[in-house]
């Protein structure tokens, strides 16, 4: 063997090393120089008003952890709000059960939140209260 064909069988067998090597470093100091900012999350810089869901004809029921039935929704339309966890109803009819009460009623349209909690209505509003004697 020739001193060219040794020199050319050493250099063939570290030349995929050393352009790694190179590659590697070269790849480092452009991550190193480049200015980088986080993107924004997208759902907290939404609009309040930007819908990401809606319901046609639906019913929503919700239960306790012992069975019985806490909340019931009904409405002709409905539209869910991300930003604030909020669903604006129109033709909304409920009826909650919390310990020895019920309530029922309707109204045009209500915004409610995603517990079943609050409830804001509006337009020919009807809600009647019935209180049981007989509660534990």
Request: aromatic share 12%; no cysteine; charged share 15%.
């Amino acid at each position: 063997m020739t001193r060219f064909d040794r020199a050319f069988n050493y250099l063939t067998g570290i030349a995929p090393v050393l352009l790694m090597t190179g590659l590697a470093l070269l790849s480092f100091a452009l991550v190193k120089q480049t200015n980088y900012t986080a993107p924004t999350n997208p759902v907290n810089s939404r609009p309040n008003n930007d819908q990401d869901y809606y319901l046609n004809a639906f019913s929503l029921s919700k239960y306790s952890y012992s069975g019985q039935l806490g909340a019931y929704i009904k409405g002709k339309q409905a539209q869910h709000f991300e930003q604030s966890q909020e669903l604006s109803v129109e033709n909304f009819q409920f009826f909650f059960v919390k310990d020895s009460e019920q309530s029922f009623g309707s109204s045009s349209t209500a915004i409610v939140n995603d517990g079943a909690n609050t409830v804001a209505m509006s337009g020919k509003v009807k809600v009647r209260l019935k209180v049981n004697s007989l509660a534990k």
